[in-house]
């Protein structure tokens, strides 16, 4: 019994020398570059009013949310599991005045479980998001930012994944599915199931062109000759998909231009944060590592409860993972 007591939850870390010197070493690294390149960093505290945690495109993180009662007011608090709904609640009550906002951010979060099976449930959550700016020019600038901290974290052989929900979106709109049954067919895009995408489609009688637009999208994954095929698949489509499907030719060209060695990877049913995220979506992997190392997108209308709705993206990662994986276990 005694030697349970000083076994920590599951999920949960301590760092100790020298690893937490390496820690530190890397958090003043990344912190004087993101400084250096223009943004503001905060420091939001750990726990919050529960509502303001969750609100808006934050309330999938409800399932990850360690909660508790304020003996002061009465009030539901929750513990940050993400502290991007955070960034959002500041650039929009105390940026409101700001046209383009760029804030970083470094600190623990606390899930009640973890992302993926045998994942950290105390990550040392780092970030960037950009809040005022719609363009292109804001998704390929927090791409830019995401490689350069990996690179500081000493990180190899990334490969990146792009997609964009709003393809998906936009088919899915189109068929009027009620909560329950988008669900099922997102579920069946992420595995990628072809026999259970025909099962669904004849259960639920979908229409015959939009059935075979979501089999199509099941299978444009791969490098960046997806785009040809995709372009012919999805041109009947609507504009929006048309308009999306140019906006991540438009970041995979431009970033195999900046980065020639990094291997680009598409993936249009890549659905990573679909009820979060409205854009742009990315990660980034290593070989034979089984979760993302750091991942991202776009998020527009955050702020909107807050009074201050505007475009935003960014990305975050957790520094912990990203000192084992690189090459930064130095002493200090």
């Known amino acids: 019994m005694s030697i349970k007591r000083w076994m920590l939850p599951d999920g949960m870390e301590e760092a100790l020398p020298p690893f937490s010197w390496q820690l530190e070493d890397l958090r003043r690294k990344l912190l004087d570059h993101y400084r250096a390149t223009g943004y503001e960093l905060i420091l939001p505290p750990l726990l919050e009013h529960l509502d303001a945690l969750l609100t808006g495109t934050a309330q999938d993180l409800e399932q990850q949310t ?36 760029r804030l970083c951010y470094l600190g623990t979060v606390l899930r009640t479980r973890p992302d993926s099976l045998g994942g950290p449930r105390s990550p040392r ?52 599915l009620h909560a329950d049954d988008e669900a099922g067919l997102f579920d ?81 049913a890549e659905l990573r944060g679909y009820r979060y995220q409205t ?28 009074g201050a709705a505007r475009p935003a993206t960014g990305f975050s990662a957790d520094i912990n993972e990203l000192l084992r994986l690189g090459g930064n276990r130095r002493a200090a």
């Open 66 to 101: 360690f909660k508790l009662t304020d003996p002061a007011s009465g009030r539901l608090l929750g513990l940050r599991a993400d502290m991007t709904p955070q960034a959002a609640r500041i650039a929009a009550r105390r940026y409101a005045d700001v046209p383009l906002v």
């Open 188 to 268: 069946i895009l992420q595995r990628k199931s072809q026999p259970d995408l025909q099962d669904f489609a004849l259960a639920r009688r979908l229409p015959l062109p939009s059935t075979r637009l979501l089999s199509q999208l099941m299978e444009l994954n791969g490098d960046l000759t997806v785009f040809a095929r995709a372009r012919e698949a999805l041109s009947s489509a609507g504009e929006e998909i048309v308009t999306a499907l140019a906006a991540v030719e438009r970041t995979a060209t431009e970033l195999q231009r900046e980065y020639p060695k990094l291997p680009i990877h598409i993936d249009l």
């Open 125 to 176: 959550q780092v970030g960037c998001e950009i809040f005022g700016d719609a363009g292109l020019a804001a998704d390929l600038e927090i791409l830019r930012m995401m490689l350069k901290t990996l690179e500081l974290a000493g990180v190899a052989d990334v490969h990146l994944d792009l997609g964009h929900v709003g393809v998906y979106r936009t088919i899915a709109a189109q068929l009027g």
């Open 279 to 306: 854009g742009m979506v990315f990660a980034a992997f290593v070989p034979g590592h089984g979760r993302e190392l750091a991942r991202g997108g776009r998020y527009d209308g955050v702020g909107h409860e807050f």
